[in-house]
Every structure is written in structure tokens, then in C-alpha cells.
């Protein structure tokens, strides 16, 4: 799998959102795309990963 231009490698099956917090992000505080669509945030626990797929992930910063 590729994110943000990066080869990763996932276990089969595995969900969105387990990947996401395995990876240390905050999923409250990022936008993910996946295969060029956006996934909603309701589908991070429902979007199983496959080897093939490209994600983007954005994460939020805050600041001023």
C-alpha cells in the first residue's frame, strides 16, 4: 500500500481505522483519501485496506 507516497505494508483485512491508530494518527484530526476518493470519517471502521490501495492521509494543525 502506498501512503502519502510511501510504500506501507497492511495486514490483510485490515481496517481503516485500525491502520490509522497503529500508525499513531488522531483520526479526529485528519482527512483521508483513498484510491482518490474521500472516505467520511463514519467509514474509517468499515473501509477494509488492501495491499493495492494509495492513501493520502491529511492531518489538521493547529496554531496561530
Not at 500500500?1 to 490509522?20: P, R, S
Not at 479526529?28 to 493520502?56: C, F, H, W
Request: hydrophobic letters at 40%; aromatic letters at 6%.
Amino acid at each position: 500500500m502506498i501512503v502519502n507516497g510511501q510504500e506501507q505494508t497492511v495486514a490483510a483485512g485490515m481496517m481503516l481505522l485500525d491502520y490509522l491508530k497503529q500508525a499513531g494518527y488522531n483520526p479526529e484530526r485528519i482527512a483521508v483519501e483513498k484510491n482518490g476518493s474521500i472516505v467520511p470519517k463514519n467509514d474509517y471502521d468499515k473501509t477494509v485496506l488492501q495491499q493495492e490501495d494509495t492513501l493520502e492521509v491529511v492531518q489538521f494543525v493547529g496554531g496561530g
